[in-house]
């Protein structure tokens, strides 16, 4: 018995004893006074059990039955669904085994069967929140994660969230490496489906901002002091396509992205799990088919502002040229440019392109552009000469190499050698040079 019923057990048995009226009653138990009637008769023929509910100790007609029970048991029992909670097991009984149980009752049936306990949940640091973005497309943040996506079954992976601030919409896929391409291949296919976003919001990493580089024996100059540092290549296609990049200064910043990844690293390892997902392309394909759906359905809210804030892709805007690794070269005296230990001859041959800089566009598909001012110039690769051969052309064979020329010096040479009228050889080996005058006769 409660503490409430033994509270109004003890006004029932005043009434009884018509301490008090029936309406006082009522009043003290917020019940009516038809109620209190009831009470009362039923006081006098069963005593202290008439304040309990009549449906006490009685088995529920919704109670699953007990063959339910141990169906969804021995289902939550495989090593498949170890660490689901009660809400992820209730979605995966319903949609992979047809047994349509409520969250509450599975969590009382994982509970009582040793799969699941609850845990405490820890209070941390409280930071200062931030309200959302008022549209959709005005700022989306963008980052990384590394995490055993496969448990061990399969490649190690990273997963790329784009999520929008204002709704929570979700853009994502798998790479093998946190690259710049891939990086770049992600944000091509959000700019396609969505068009521009008005900024980008990122963490510091090399990938978004140029490090400074200083000597061990000088110390870092602040940042007020050092100069403008080049873009690197997103920032510099980001430039181009007229979006705004800002800069976390913590994780926390950026905390929509973040809590996205706590709920992809517990969901999402668990679905690649049950889906038996071993390769990348596997786990694209449940990425996109399942869980992004899923997450757009019922994770995105309505935005504060119905006005969509993307922009669109005009003419001026050339994504193959923009989203590439793009070098400057200079154009040598014979209109060939060096790029990756390769050679290219540029065409056409126009008067003031030699000496001149060029862009060069390494773009995504492996294909390879070169624009001079505003104008895209045909190139072709040149094979280069082996080293260790001559540079001059080789002689026929059966024809000998005329001599050069005898040189000035050696005409001289060969004149002194051959004049006449000198002293002789052995006749100057005899000449004792102290005892005669310093000028021969």
């Known amino acids: 018995m409660t503490q409430r019923e033994r509270d109004r057990l003890v006004v029932l048995k005043k009434a009884a004893k ?89 969590r009382q049936l994982m509970l009582g069967a040793g799969l699941w306990r609850a845990g405490r949940q820890q209070v941390e640091q409280v930071h200062v929140w931030r309200e959302r973005r008022s549209s959709r497309g005005e700022l989306v943040q963008w980052d990384t994660s590394t995490h055993e996506w496969l448990e061990g079954r399969g490649e190690r992976m990273y997963l790329i969230h784009m999520i929008d601030d204002a709704t929570s919409e979700l853009t994502a896929r798998f790479v093998r490496s946190d690259s710049t391409e891939e990086n770049m291949r992600l944000l091509g296919a959000y700019l396609e489906h969505n068009g521009r976003p008005g ?166 598909d492996g294909s390879l552009a070169v624009r001079y001012r505003d104008q895209y110039l045909r190139i072709q690769e040149c094979q280069p000469q082996p080293k260790g051969l001559p540079s001059s052309p080789p002689v026929a064979a059966g024809r000998r190499r005329k001599p050069p020329p005898p040189s000035a010096a050696w005409r001289q040479g060969q004149d002194g050698i051959s004049r006449r009228g000198g002293t002789p050889l052995w006749k100057a080996t005899e000449i004792n040079r102290t005892r005669t005058p310093d000028v021969m006769d």
């Open 199 to 364: 900024a980008f919001y990122t963490d510091k990493a090399s990938l978004f901002r140029t490090a400074p580089k200083t000597p061990r024996d000088q110390k870092e100059l602040a940042r007020d002091e050092r100069g403008p540092l080049p873009p690197t290549q997103i920032g510099r296609a980001l430039q181009e396509l007229g979006i705004v990049w800002i800069a976390a200064h913590s994780p926390q910043a950026k905390g929509r992205v973040e809590r996205s990844f706590c709920t992809a690293q517990d969901r999402l390892v668990k679905g690649l799990r049950v889906a038996g997902v071993k390769t990348l392309e596997e786990a694209n394909r449940y990425l996109e088919q399942e869980f992004l759906p899923w997450w757009n359905q019922h994770l995105t809210v309505v935005p504060a502002n119905p006005t969509d804030a993307h922009r669109r892709l005009g003419p001026e805007h050339n994504l193959a040229a923009s989203l590439s690794r793009v070098e400057t070269r200079q154009v040598d005296s014979d209109y060939t440019i060096r790029l990756d230990t390769k050679i290219y001859l540029v065409a056409p041959q126009r008067p003031g392109l030699r000496g001149d800089n060029v862009r060069v566009e390494v773009r995504l």
């Open 18 to 106: 018509r301490l008090i009226t029936r309406r006082q009653a009522a009043t003290e138990m917020d019940v009516s006074e038809r109620q209190v009637r009831r009470m009362l008769r039923k006081l006098k023929k069963e005593g202290d059990k008439a304040v309990l509910h009549g449906l006490r100790g009685r088995g529920s007609k919704r109670r699953f039955s007990q063959e339910t029970r141990e169906a969804a048991t021995r289902v939550l029992a495989q090593e498949v669904y170890r660490g689901f909670g009660p809400t992820l097991a209730s979605e995966y009984l319903a949609k992979k085994h047809g047994i349509e149980m409520g969250r509450e009752a599975v």
